[in-house]
């Protein structure tokens, strides 16, 4: 029998497939996996996922399922078959497969951008850092109060910029792993 699930999926007529031979519908270079064989050796076909040829030529996606149909003294006459259009739900494994990958793209350059743009910024804080410590101890006597002040906030301000850098870093790696 060919239902008319079976003729949307495949385009094929009832009249075109019923009695004839199932291998107008696989693809000539496809991987050699007979499901008869299978079906003959006793074993059940569930969900088996391949592609087969459409009567207009383009490649459908399919998982198929298969026992075998059998006589009343049990020899295999004939196989049954359901064949479930998958394509879309393959299209969309297609289009999440692309999706993470950008992702996980994204996410490396941010991760590079990061850790530049932190590595970037430390050499300069070092500096202000270490040239205000230098003020203080070379030239604190000549310092009034607020000139302590001013120096003591830069390099305050310096080593917490440094500690979000830090910070930033950490943040980098926590978010990689």
Do not use: C
């Amino acid at each position: 029998t060919w239902n008319r699930s079976a003729e949307r999926i495949f385009g094929y007529t009832a009249a075109e497939t019923v009695g004839r031979r199932a291998d107008q519908m696989v693809p000539t270079d496809a991987p050699h996996v007979s499901i008869g064989t299978r079906i003959a050796s006793g074993e059940r076909v569930n969900h088996f996922e391949t592609q087969r040829v459409h009567k207009d030529g383009h490649l459908i996606d399919v998982s198929v399922t298969a026992s075998a149909l059998r006589n009343q003294a049990g020899e295999i006459v004939g196989i049954s078959a359901i064949a479930r259009d998958i394509g879309e739900m393959k299209r969309i494994q297609r289009e999440l497969v692309h999706a993470k990958d950008l992702a996980e793209s994204a996410s490396r350059e941010l991760e590079a951008f990061s850790y530049s743009v932190a590595h970037d910024l430390r050499a300069p804080l070092r500096s202000i850092d270490g040239f205000s410590q230098a003020l203080l101890e070379d030239y604190g006597d000549k310092l009034d109060a607020d000139g302590h002040d001013y120096l003591k906030r830069v390099r305050a301000a310096a080593q917490r910029m440094a500690s979000l850098i830090d910070d930033l870093l950490s943040l980098s790696r926590v978010t990689r792993s």
